[in-house]
């Protein structure tokens, strides 16, 4: 139902701030009014509905502690983490001065993304997650993540390049994943070692980077919580494909938040929060070589995961402003 009144309201809700100070505060509220006026207007929720929906974003934050972030639970399991996360990494770069998108965004958005798609192009980010909250220590190359033991071992190697293939020497690599049975340290503070699963590597000359670690499993995001019952009252499943986190960074580019996932995972068609981009699967190759085995101080055969980080320079197309000098 669309009376007169219902659509003078939003107008009237948007003129009223045509006074704030900030140009881009005022278009961000005017934009969230008008799509939160046309879903009242298209759902026509009850009185009753929206109480509900107040009582859940109340508890939402009502949840929110220094170690657990329901907020961001919320927008990963509705798709909006993902959406502000390849937004950001892939046009928002190209807005003028004024805001505004240039040639090159609107070509992004039509799909003539050149390189620049992960396909032998920059490497394609992913959500940061709510487990990145504690300092990851810093290790050397070819040390072992795994600081319990258990799963099964596996070396993950490759390089840090730029976009037009040079390697980033000194590029930093900050590593985290759950243990074998799904967990992070932190949520297990009483069974894993802080830091267990987490690593600061630093690329060497010519840009390379090893490690070791188990190869991880899939595991159920908290569901304890209100984004838990807003699962359970949708029928969907809790679960991440099985997945190691990054966020790689070199001096002069602009940093990359990712994942490797595993090939052959469950739930990588069904990610609980949407995360899976195709050019991130990666084989963790069965490999059966004592020698390379003895090299990286793992039991032969082992798992194998190799790929390349691709960073784009700042100052280049697809750059973030912020970070361009
Ligand atoms: C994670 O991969 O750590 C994660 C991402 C989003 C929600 C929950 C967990
Ligand atoms: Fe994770």
């Known amino acids: 139902m669309t009376t007169e009144f219902t659509t003078r309201i939003t107008e009237a809700v948007v ?80 807005r003028d001065e004024n805001g505004e998108r240039g040639e090159e965004a609107e070509r992004d958005e039509e799909g003539e993304r050149g390189e620049s798609d992960g396909r032998g192009g920059v490497t394609e980010s992913t959500v940061l997650g709510p487990f990145h909250m504690t300092e990851s220590p810093a290790r050397e190359l070819g040390a072992d993540i795994d600081l319990v033991g258990g799963g099964e071992p596996c070396v993950i190697s490759g390089r840090v390049l730029s976009k037009d293939g040079t390697p980033l020497p000194g590029a930093v690599l900050d590593v985290w994943q759950a243990n074998a049975e799904g967990y992070y340290d932190v949520q297990q503070p009483d069974v894993q070692p802080p830091g267990n699963g987490r690593g600061l590597f630093t690329a060497d000359a010519e840009g390379r980077f090893w490690f070791r670690t188990c190869v991880p499993s899939p595991y159920p995001i908290p569901t304890d919580g209100p984004v838990g019952d807003l699962l359970r009252a949708t029928a969907r499943h809790p679960y991440r494909p099985a997945h190691i986190h990054f966020i790689a960074s070199a001096e002069g580019h602009t940093p990359v938040t990712t994942h490797i996932f595993v090939a052959g995972s469950d739930y990588l068609d069904s990610d609980a929060v949407f995360a899976v981009k195709e050019s991130l699967v990666q084989d963790f190759t069965e490999t059966d070589d004592p020698s390379r085995a003895q090299r990286f101080g793992i039991p032969n055969p082992f798992r194998h995961a190799r790929f390349d980080l691709v960073l784009n320079a700042t100052n280049t197309p697809g750059a973030r402003d912020s970070e361009r000098a």
């Open 15 to 94: 003129d009223s701030l045509d006074g704030t100070a900030d140009p881009r505060l005022r278009e961000l509220l005017a934009a969230l009014t008008r799509h939160l006026h046309a879903f009242v207007r298209e759902a026509e929720p009850t009185t009753q509905e929206w109480e509900q929906a107040i009582a859940f974003l109340t508890a939402t934050g009502q949840s929110c502690t220094a170690t657990r972030q329901e907020f961001v639970l919320l927008s990963d399991v509705l798709g909006v983490s993902m959406l502000v996360e390849t937004i950001n990494s892939e046009g928002r770069g190209e």
